[in-house]
């Protein structure tokens, strides 16, 4: 049973040839117009998670790790990115029905332990999040040191798990769309303000000065380049939105967060690049503070509250998925309250075992598992052998991705 991969990308036939293809291989197909009413709110999720994993450590893990190739590292990226995100959307239309109907135990065996696995990559992300948090706020201060970092990093995160644990969580939870929005905002003044530097640094000397190439072997920029995954996380969230939204809504809105989010962060990397040299090769979790300073003093200070307003919601949104996903992965043993406990004392223990660079490879192999899994997901409800041969291409990317991604340092 697989449907067609193209449908995943949105380049194949009519749905009428669709459902002649798919419902012969066991695949729901049932399709419906999906609006634009529809579309925005299931995106929502998804690309909140997305820009919120990464656009504001990305330029400095790149430059540190590739120098002048940044841009391409970033493409390659967004191109596994997207072939996993594929896969992902394989799973809403193709294994969600195997799934209820619960006649294929390996299917079933496999997606409990990619739940697991999920928990565990949540744990590593709410770390990752508020860490990032950290480094921006202390860094307006001049007072990011790596323990000021792990210890602003524990009482946030203690925070947030007092507040869960007390049943307040969910309505910190409406902060995610307000900050997606300022994280857009932010983006878009971003991009204006390096689009302009770039032009005129251009024209008063007739090049882009790009940095350079750090001292590495090649193996070190291709693992470092490996543990930069998790800036691409979140395409996977409408997998889970099943009581919200139905398939097709849920495949559009990862495609189409994929297609806007992995557009603006090369287009970022690439106006980002010709400033970098400013940083004279020391690269830090919140060099993008001295970047957008060197642009322009007046963008500093609204990077810094989209980085602690975006970073928060994130942590509080990956802290929920985790709690429910141990109540489902216990059997309902372990409530969602003892769950924000125990994901809240994984990541506080986190928060002290290394630099933001450490947990941004940990947690990029940490998700590295959880797709692999969803790929053998794919593979086991999957009979056509051309679309195994994707899958399985897909999931020897993420072994290396698992088996061998280093942080930049």
């Known amino acids: 049973m697989c449907c067609d991969w193209r449908v995943l990308w949105g380049l194949g036939p009519r749905i009428m040839?669709?459902?002649?293809?798919?419902?012969?291989?066991?695949?729901?197909?049932?399709?419906a117009p999906v609006s634009t009413s529809q579309i925005m709110p299931a995106m929502s999720t998804p690309l909140a998670s997305i820009f919120g994993s990464g656009f504001l450590v990305i330029v400095p893990v790149l430059a540190s790790s590739v120098g002048p190739y940044s841009v391409w590292a970033m493409m390659a990226v967004a191109f596994v990115a997207f072939h996993i995100g594929a896969i992902v959307r394989h799973n809403i239309l193709c294994a969600e029905p195997v799934l209820a109907a619960g006649n294929q135990p390996v299917t079933l065996m496999l997606e409990r332990?990619?739940?697991?696995?999920?928990?565990?990559?949540?744990?590593?992300?709410?770390?990752?999040?508020?860490?990032?948090?950290?480094?921006?706020?202390l860094g307006a201060f001049e007072l990011d040191s790596g323990f000021n970092k792990s210890l602003l990093t524990t009482l946030v995160i203690g925070v947030i798990t007092v507040v869960g644990m007390t049943g307040g969580l969910q309505l910190l939870e409406r902060l995610e769309r307000w900050a997606l929005y300022l994280t857009i905002l932010i983006l878009a003044l971003l991009l204006g303000g390096f689009a302009v530097h770039d032009v005129n640094s251009f024209l008063d000397t007739g090049r882009f000065a790009l940095p350079n190439l750090p001292q590495r072997s090649g193996w070190e920029m291709v693992t470092m380049v490996a543990g930069t995954l998790i800036v691409v996380q979140g395409f996977e969230t409408p997998r889970y939105l099943g009581s919200r939204f139905d398939t097709w809504t849920r495949?559009?809105?990862s495609r189409w967060s994929q297609y806007v989010s992995l557009a603006i962060y090369v287009a970022f990397v690439a106006l980002a690049l010709p400033i970098v040299p400013v940083l004279s090769g020391h690269y830090a979790d919140n060099s993008l503070i001295r970047l957008a300073a060197a642009v322009s003093v007046l963008l500093s200070m609204p990077l810094i509250l989209a980085a602690g307003l975006s970073q928060f919601s994130a942590a509080v949104a990956d802290t929920l998925a985790a709690a429910a996903n141990l109540e489902e992965v216990t059997r309902r043993r372990m409530t969602q309250r003892w769950g924000y406990l125990l994901v809240g004392a994984a990541a506080m223990v986190l928060a002290w075992t290394g630099s933001t660079f450490t947990v941004i490879a940990l947690a990029s192999r940490a998700f590295a598992l959880y797709y692999l899994l969803q790929c053998l997901v794919a593979l086991s409800v999957c009979n056509n052998h051309r679309e195994r041969a994707r899958f399985f291409l897909v999931a020897s990317a993420l072994a290396f991705v698992l088996l061998f991604a280093v942080p930049v340092g």
């Open 251 to 253: 495949i559009r809105a």
């Open 113 to 137: 332990l990619s739940d697991v696995a999920l928990v565990a990559a949540y744990v590593v992300s709410v770390c990752l999040y508020i860490h990032i948090l950290s480094a921006f706020v």
């Open 17 to 31: 040839t669709l459902k002649q293809e798919n419902l012969a291989q066991g695949c729901a197909v049932e399709h």
